[in-house]
Nanobody
């Protein structure tokens, strides 16, 4: 069993910052890619940022320059630092991790989601 537990969401004013964390625990072989998605009401879930085990990153155009994804492999944790937040960043944020015994034998796991609300 693998669990991903997120924390750090909340209510913030426009222009503010939040830091999301997601820790993986349980029967973990190796963690490959990790990432964050978000889903706003009435919209599809979309990729926000992703990071490989080697540290390569990928961002949605809408968050480039404002959000930073990082990971601590020793703690099996991925972070999302969100700066200059906008009302359109309001969504439920989900972390994911690709975990398995080998790079071609992974299963994607998801966290339960954490609400981020940007409003004055």
């Amino acid at each position: 069993q693998v669990q991903l537990v997120e924390s750090g969401g909340g209510l913030v004013q426009p222009g503010g910052s939040l830091r999301l964390s997601c820790a993986a625990s349980g029967s973990i072989f190796s963690i490959y890619a990790m990432g964050w998605y978000r889903q706003a009401p009435g919209k599809q879930r979309e990729l926000v940022a992703a990071i490989t085990s080697g540290g390569s990153t990928n961002y949605a155009d809408s968050v480039k320059g404002r959000f930073t994804i990082s990971r601590d492999n020793a703690k099996n944790t991925v972070y999302l630092q969100m700066n200059s937040l906008k009302p359109e960043d309001t969504a439920v944020y989900y972390c994911n991790a690709d975990i398995g015994p080998g790079a071609t034998m992974v299963q994607r796991y998801w966290g339960q989601g954490t609400q981020v609300t940007v409003s004055s």
